[in-house]
């Protein structure tokens, strides 16, 4: 049973249906995300999204919370290739193809994953524009990452997810950033928390309360309120810190010791999801 929050009462002229307004995708964890019109979700959560991860010599995983400059490196997709750019640095051009390498065994957390080192040139690459030393890997195809299992359900018990944080899927409202950024001196992008799945349509913090939803023709379980860390504070333009908006959020988003904004959600099976699907609330919570 998930904590609640005390929610703004609800803002007439919303529209009868949520809609999906946005998917995003982040091929590298902690690098940037591409926005997509559509995607295809398989059994770790969106096509590409947190497949390839930046780990340091012993295998641990690295993101902006030690390196903000990660903010700056650009991800973009083709049918064969992952590119990454940076500042002054040339292009990094990946194949989507998984050839035979051997594999290394890489943390999440306190995950340990089966992972394809990609090499000398990617770790030239990333450990000279970060400045530490470090080497960038991709998920084997047949390595099985489970979701915590303190979040599982009949539903859910065997869901999985790719190198992100814990969970397959995150999903946050416009008109919750919406009411944050009518507290905020300074309004802030979406980008700040990194949504896989974005709607229009509910009012704030809606999403909270959504224990079982339909988008498209797929079925999402909401497992987990998204505790959220100092990434929050970075600028996603420049790389640079503050203190918010974790310390506006702390004022009213605070769940025991955690500050909340987004719900995780698990899929149930595969399928396509395309920009304009309505997002049917099943069940709440």
Same mark, same amino acid.
């Given at each position: 049973m998930q904590s609640t929050l005390a929610h703004p009462e609800l803002k007439t002229g919303m529209v009868e249906a949520p809609i999906l307004s946005a998917i995003y995708i982040y091929p590298v964890k902690s690098c940037r995300g591409i926005s997509l019109d559509s &995607?295809?979700?398989?059994?770790?959560?969106?096509?590409?999204?947190?497949r390839w991860m930046v780990v340091d010599p012993n295998g641990c995983f690295l993101t902006q919370r030690q390196l903000p400059r990660m903010a700056l490196i650009e991800t973009a997709l083709d049918?064969? &290739?992952?590119?990454?750019?940076?500042?002054?640095?040339?292009?990094?051009?990946?194949?989507?193809?998984?050839?035979?390498?051997?594999?290394?065994s890489v943390t999440v957390w306190t995950d340990r994953c089966q992972a394809i080192d990609l090499g000398h040139e990617a770790a030239e690459w990333f450990s000279s524009f970060l400045g530490v030393s470090c080497h960038l890997v991709?998920?084997?195809? &047949?390595?099985?990452?489970?979701?915590?299992?303190?979040? &599982?359900?009949?539903?859910?018990?065997?869901?999985?997810?790719?190198f992100a944080d814990g969970f397959p899927v995150l999903l946050i409202s416009e008109a919750s950033l919406d009411e944050l950024n009518s507290r905020l001196e300074k309004p802030i992008p979406m980008n700040r928390f990194r949504p896989n799945l974005v709607v229009t349509g509910c009012e704030p913090f809606g999403e909270d309360r959504w224990h079982t939803i339909r988008i498209g023709s797929l079925i999402f379980c909401g497992v987990k309120l998204c505790r959220r860390c100092i990434i929050t504070t970075i600028d996603q333009a420049t790389g640079s810190g503050g203190k918010e908006p974790l310390a506006t959020l702390g004022t009213f988003r605070r769940i025991n010791d955690g500050i909340?904004?987004?719900?995780?959600?698990?899929?149930i099976g595969v399928g396509e999801l395309q920009l304009g699907n309505t997002v049917e609330v099943l069940k709440y919570f």
């Open positions: &995607t295809r979700l398989d059994v770790w959560g969106l096509e590409y999204d947190r049918f064969k &290739t992952l590119w990454l750019s940076a500042p002054n640095m040339p292009d990094l051009c990946l194949s989507l193809s998984i050839e035979h390498a051997d594999e290394v991709r998920m084997s195809e &047949t390595f099985i990452r489970p979701i915590n299992q303190n979040y &599982t359900s009949q539903d859910t018990q065997n869901a999985q997810v790719s909340i904004f987004g719900q995780n959600l698990v899929h």
